[in-house]
T-cell receptor, first 112, second 115 residues
């Protein structure tokens, strides 16, 4: 069955430190992968996406993610975190039938 | 901004009452979705629509019905609300990103509390 796992429920980092949020997926075919961010009380905003080609994708707000087929992973990274990055982050896989499967989310806290 | 609005944004209701949430889009996208978001569960698909009068169930459809009589509106109805349906509800649309691939864009959400 298709699934998305975000193993870290909460992550705390200091402002200026680097960040990596983990995402593992289970999907039989070539996946379409997404990262969304949700600020408190807001909807979800698309950060970046992977469809094909270069496995390192760049997104908005200085985020990037790397698709590793051998590890079934699509981890989100940022070299230097800002206090405004505090939010919840969701990984999702597109099933190819216009439906997505979402992970359970990782809540990021940023220490000043 | 994909031109998605949801109404109401907040609602408190009592167990057993019917509730209808509305999602409105301004860009004539074919696919529309209703999700619920609960702590520890992420987003779970309730129902989706692939055209006027064309709808299908998602993974958590029990207790919910939907209707789509116009391209721009997708309604979610709780026939008899229960406390387990207290949640934040998000509407989304799919936009073709290239070939068979789509991107989903989300509305601002509706916070529903069932007492």
């Amino acid at each position: 069955a298709q699934s998305v796992t975000q193993p870290d429920i909460h992550i705390t980092v200091s402002e200026g430190a680097s960040l990596e949020l983990r995402c593992n997926y289970s999907y039989g075919a070539t996946p379409y992968l997404f990262w969304y961010v949700q600020s408190p009380g807001q909807g979800l905003q698309l950060l970046l996406k992977y469809f094909s080609g270069d496995t390192l994708v760049q997104g908005i707000k200085g985020f990037e993610a790397e698709f590793k087929r051998s590890q079934s992973s699509f981890n989100l990274r940022k070299p230097s975190v800002h206090w405004s990055d505090a939010a919840e982050y969701f990984c999702a896989v597109g099933s190819g039938t216009y439906k997505y499967i979402f992970g359970t989310g990782t809540r990021l806290k940023v220490l000043a | 901004d994909a031109g998605i609005t949801q109404s109401p944004r907040h609602k408190v209701t009592e167990t057993g009452t019917p509730v209808t949430l509305r999602c409105h889009q301004t860009e004539n996208h074919r696919y529309m979705y209703w999700y619920r978001q609960d702590p520890g569960h992420g987003l779970r698909l309730i129902h989706y629509s692939y055209g006027v009068k064309d709808t299908d169930k998602g993974e958590v459809s029990d207790g919910y019905s939907v209707s789509r009589s116009k391209t721009e509106d997708f309604l979610l109805t709780l026939e008899s609300a229960t406390s387990s349906q207290t949640s934040v509800y998000f509407c989304a649309i799919s936009v073709i990103a290239g070939g068979p691939v789509t991107e989903q864009f989300f509305g601002p959400g509706t916070r529903l509390t069932v007492l």
